[in-house]
């Protein structure tokens, strides 16, 4: 088996769901969803390097703090890689991490993916050889679908990922108050009023077609919930829809981060400036949405 003798630098995109609707719950407890998942060209960052042990160094605005124990998502992905792969050599993978915690885009997900691909390049490892989508879904709902890294229909707890292609790759801006929110207390206080499945006939190319398909009954089941548990989540939205240009506003997954979408970069950028000097405190930042971050 063939191991990597330099540095690996793999992204981690932030997830966004355009829109997520909780379809009903298993026996086991787990709900099931239905969402339309694409990704930003903010990330975090996964370096991997040689080392005769596996390691974790959390860096970046928001790493300190995270844990570098089993705990940590990157760690359990690794540590479950090697066990699956029967490697034993081990890594130093140091996690920049540019994204909030516990914010909705799917960090911890995406960096558990990152990890993954970089690790299944750095100790040689054949994917064909080995079911990593199963190992994904052990980890995490959005595990899977940042594994996959583009646009794509998710549906059951994540195990069920149909690719989307040739959607718009739009201006957005992506704000953060700064406040983490549990995924488990969300789905707890959610009201056992299940959506229906509600996937697009045909793929919109444009922005336009895609926030017309959106304001038809596609939503985010969790925003209630969230803003309930959260009320400042209501106030991001407030001011990203009152921001010049705003085509939409929405929260991804269970909050805190919520989105909009703008027809040009360059409104994107004033909105992101007029927030952050409006709030200070928040974590703001102007990006675009991709369908396949490969292009990363």
Same mark, same amino acid.
């Not at 040689?124 to 229909?153: M, R, T, Y």
């Not at 548990?229 to 085509?247: A, D, W």
């Given at each position: 088996m063939k191991h990597a003798s330099s540095a690996l630098s793999i992204t981690a995109p932030a997830k966004i769901n355009l829109y997520l609707h909780v379809t009903g719950v298993r026996e086991d407890g787990y709900h099931l969803l239905d969402s339309l998942v694409t990704f930003a060209t903010v990330h975090d960052i996964i370096m991997i390097e040689p080392a005769n042990n596996l390691t974790l160094i959390n860096q970046g605005p928001f790493g300190e703090g995270l844990p570098i124990t089993a705990d940590n998502l990157v760690m359990r992905a690794a540590k479950k890689l090697q066990k699956?792969? @029967?490697?034993?050599?081990?890594?130093?993978?140091? /996690? %920049?991490? !540019? /994204? *909030?915690?516990? +914010?909705?885009?799917?960090?911890?997900?995406?960096?558990?993916?990152?990890?993954?691909?970089? /690790?299944? &390049?750095?100790?040689?490892?054949?994917? +064909?050889?080995? !079911?990593?989508?199963d190992l994904a879904l052990e980890l995490g709902a959005d595990v899977p679908i940042c594994l996959l890294g583009q646009a794509?229909?998710?549906?059951?707890?994540?195990?069920?990922?149909? *690719?989307?292609?040739?959607? *718009?790759?739009?201006?957005?801006?992506l704000v953060n108050p700064r406040v983490s929110v549990s995924t488990p207390a969300i789905f707890k206080i959610h009201k056992a009023i299940f959506s229906p499945t509600n996937r697009f006939d045909v793929t919109p190319v444009t922005l336009h077609k895609l926030i017309d398909l959106l304001k038809e009954g596609r939503s985010n089941d969790l925003m209630e919930p969230a803003i309930q548990t959260e009320p400042i989540i209501g106030e991001?939205? !407030?001011?990203?829809?009152?921001?010049?240009?705003?085509? /939409?506003? &929405?929260? +991804?997954? +269970?909050?805190? %981060?919520?989105?909009?979408?703008?027809? %040009?970069?360059?409104?994107?950028?004033?909105?992101?400036?007029?927030?952050? @000097?409006?709030?200070?405190k928040w974590w703001v930042v102007a990006t675009r949405m991709v369908n396949d971050v490969r292009s990363l």
């Amino acid at each position: 088996m063939k191991h990597a003798s330099s540095a690996l630098s793999i992204t981690a995109p932030a997830k966004i769901n355009l829109y997520l609707h909780v379809t009903g719950v298993r026996e086991d407890g787990y709900h099931l969803l239905d969402s339309l998942v694409t990704f930003a060209t903010v990330h975090d960052i996964i370096m991997i390097e040689p080392a005769n042990n596996l390691t974790l160094i959390n860096q970046g605005p928001f790493g300190e703090g995270l844990p570098i124990t089993a705990d940590n998502l990157v760690m359990r992905a690794a540590k479950k890689l090697q066990k699956l792969a @029967n490697i034993a050599d081990g890594a130093r993978i140091t /996690l %920049t991490k !540019n /994204l *909030p915690i516990s +914010s909705g885009i799917g960090g911890g997900s995406a960096d558990a993916a990152a990890a993954i691909k970089g /690790l299944v &390049r750095h100790w040689g490892i054949h994917p +064909s050889h080995h !079911n990593l989508s199963d190992l994904a879904l052990e980890l995490g709902a959005d595990v899977p679908i940042c594994l996959l890294g583009q646009a794509a229909f998710m549906g059951g707890i994540g195990e069920q990922i149909d *690719p989307v292609y040739a959607l *718009p790759e739009a201006p957005m801006i992506l704000v953060n108050p700064r406040v983490s929110v549990s995924t488990p207390a969300i789905f707890k206080i959610h009201k056992a009023i299940f959506s229906p499945t509600n996937r697009f006939d045909v793929t919109p190319v444009t922005l336009h077609k895609l926030i017309d398909l959106l304001k038809e009954g596609r939503s985010n089941d969790l925003m209630e919930p969230a803003i309930q548990t959260e009320p400042i989540i209501g106030e991001v939205l !407030n001011q990203i829809k009152m921001s010049h240009g705003c085509q /939409l506003s &929405r929260m +991804s997954g +269970s909050g805190a %981060t919520c989105f909009g979408f703008y027809h %040009t970069q360059f409104e994107a950028d004033e909105a992101a400036e007029m927030i952050k @000097n409006a709030y200070p405190k928040w974590w703001v930042v102007a990006t675009r949405m991709v369908n396949d971050v490969r292009s990363l």
